[in-house]
T-cell receptor
Framework: SQQGEEDPQALSIQEGENATMNCSYK?????LQWYRQNSGRGLVHLIL?????REKHSGRLRVTLDTSKKSSSLLITASRAADTASYFC?????????????FGRGTSLIVHP | DGGITQSPKYLFRKEGQNVTLSCEQN?????MYWYRQDPGQGLRLIYY???????QKGDIAEGYSVSREKKESFPLTVTSAQKNPTAFYLC????????????FGSGTQLSVL
């Protein structure tokens, strides 16, 4: 099955800096989503970008999608210590009428106060 | 409160024992998913169900079984055939339509005694 791969695997920054995470995938997609996971918890949906969109914003989040390069990036501006978490991209595709989201391995972000 | 509830939060399995993880949602979602997460890894799909009384194998279904007798419930049984069951298990649900966002439970950590 297709899978997004995030890069870098780990990122450590200071509060106030911007954090950029990248996601690459292998096959055609309907959409790409970013999720956040705090340690030992479930994932929380952050933002969805469709295959016909190039950029999307939500608060301090900015997501871009380049379908020609099969890649996406998530930018968190003016990071805060509370942004410390793992971030996953999920690519969505439809198979036999079923929608199946597949996840990458995630980027672990640490924001130092 | 509407949401998706997993129980128990921690579960211990003895050798040769089957254990069942509970997943309940009151979001009126049709689709439900089970994922397995190993430390530092992404999410791997075990089983998914798009509708009551129907479910499909994911990428790592061996050693697991599910049922979908009610729309609200999608329990996962980890059988004795699963030789390496220690992992964090996440259940998710999704509504039909153009918004394909997943809602996740808070997870069950399964360990082997």
């Amino acid at each position: 099955s297709q899978q997004g791969e995030e890069d870098p695997q780990a990122l450590s920054i200071q509060e106030g800096e911007n954090a950029t995470m990248n996601c690459s995938y292998k096959t055609s997609i309907n959409n790409l989503q970013w999720y956040r996971q705090n340690s030992g918890r479930g994932l929380v949906h952050l933002i969805l970008i469709r295959s016909n969109e190039r950029e999307k914003h939500s608060g301090r989040l900015r997501v871009t999608l380049d379908t020609s390069k099969k890649s996406s990036s998530l930018l968190i501006t003016a990071s805060r210590a509370a942004d410390t978490a793992s971030y996953f991209c999920a690519t969505g595709s439809t198979s036999g009428g079923s929608y199946i989201p597949t996840f990458g391995r995630g980027t672990s972000l640490i924001v130092h106060p | 409160d509407g949401g998706i509830t997993q129980s128990p939060k921690y579960l211990f399995r003895k050798e040769g024992q089957n254990v069942t993880l509970s997943c309940e949602q009151n979001l009126n979602h049709d689709a439900m998913y089970w994922y397995r997460q190993d430390p530092g890894q992404g999410l791997r799909l075990i089983y998914y169900s798009q509708i009551v009384n129907d479910f499909q194998k994911g990428d790592i279904a061996e050693g697991y079984s599910v049922s979908r007798e009610k729309k609200e419930s999608f329990p996962l049984t980890v059988t004795s055939a699963q030789k390496n069951p220690t992992a964090f298990y996440l259940c998710a649900s999704r509504s039909r339509g153009t918004n394909e966002k997943l809602f996740f439970g808070s997870g069950t950590q399964l360990s082997v005694l």
